[in-house]
Nanobody, 125 residues
Framework: QAQLVESGGGMVQSGESLRLSCAVS????????IGWFRRAPGKEREGVSC????????YYIDSVKGRFTISRDIARNTVHLQLNSLKPEDEGVYYC??????????????????WGVGTQVSVSS
């Protein structure tokens, strides 16, 4: 059974940065996509960014473009999400998820198969 473990969340002030990591085990990511999602208090979960391991394609929702950067560490089977210039509206629980093989999980954010338990990001103004 594949396992995804997020880390790197924390409490920061507006304008500061965090780096989230998603370590994946028991799953070869060559043909999978990894997505980052977040759930803000009182809101539905939304896809934030994703990356496809087979071609390196990346996608960001408009509200994080230019501030967040997703990257993959193939050797470590890990995906990072660099969060810069954080805003209070970025606050929430961030989850990573895997979908595949191939498919339209990225950029559609649909049908992810494996999920992590999440890491909290708190941003104070």
């Amino acid at each position: 059974q594949a396992q995804l473990v997020e880390s790197g969340g924390g409490m920061v002030q507006s304008g500061e940065s965090l780096r989230l990591s998603c370590a994946v085990s028991a799953l070869t990511l060559d043909y999978y996509a990894i997505g980052w999602f977040r759930r803000a208090p009182g809101k539905e979960r939304e896809g934030v960014s994703c990356i496809r391991f087979w071609d390196g394609f990346t996608y960001y929702i408009d509200s994080v473009k230019g501030r967040f950067t997703i990257s993959r560490d193939i050797a470590r089977n890990t995906v990072h999400l660099q969060l810069n210039s954080l805003k209070p509206e970025d606050e929430g629980v961030y989850y990573c998820a895997a979908g595949g093989p191939f498919g339209s999980f990225c950029p559609d954010f649909r049908g992810m198969i494996y999920w992590g338990v999440g890491t909290q990001v708190s941003v104070s103004s």
